[in-house]
């Protein structure tokens, strides 16, 4: 699993990318972009599974960017590090499809917590979608079985009925 943790505070970023546990979450690989555009071009190049982004920064917010990922259907999960409480950015977060918001100072146990449940949210959202996959390989499996056995269309809708 990828994670990219944007803050343009750059110790913010070295203390969140050293002291959580990542291979407990499950995370394997930890990118750090420090700013909208970076974390834009990160996201382009290289499509992470959950996004840890401070709200304000220069140049473009964490909202800005959120907003974004919504409008260029990209699919990963947002959780939002920042230094407000003010409940309107929260609203405005979920609004946007927000995973969870966590105020600075960070604790690193809630951090992980946190990290935790959306980790195991894009588990189990990835095995779903191995699932429908693997549903649609034997329906297009099903079919041409079918379309050899019986090539003749009075012989397929006998047999469509008797499934039906």
Known sequence: MHILVVDDDIPTVEVIRTSLHWDLLGIDRVETAY??????NKICASQPDIILCDIEMPRG???DLLRWLREEKRDCEFVFLTCHANFDYAKTALQYGAADYITKPFNIAQTEATLSKVAS???YHQ????????????????NRAENRLFRRPRHRRVIILKLK
Request: no cysteine; hydrophobic share 40%.
């Open 35 to 40: 700013d909208y555009t970076e974390a834009q």
């Open 61 to 63: 917010s964490g909202l």
């Open 121 to 123: 949210k894009v588990r």
């Open 127 to 142: 095995e779903l979608l191995q699932k429908s996959r693997e549903i649609e390989l034997l329906k297009a499996a099903l």
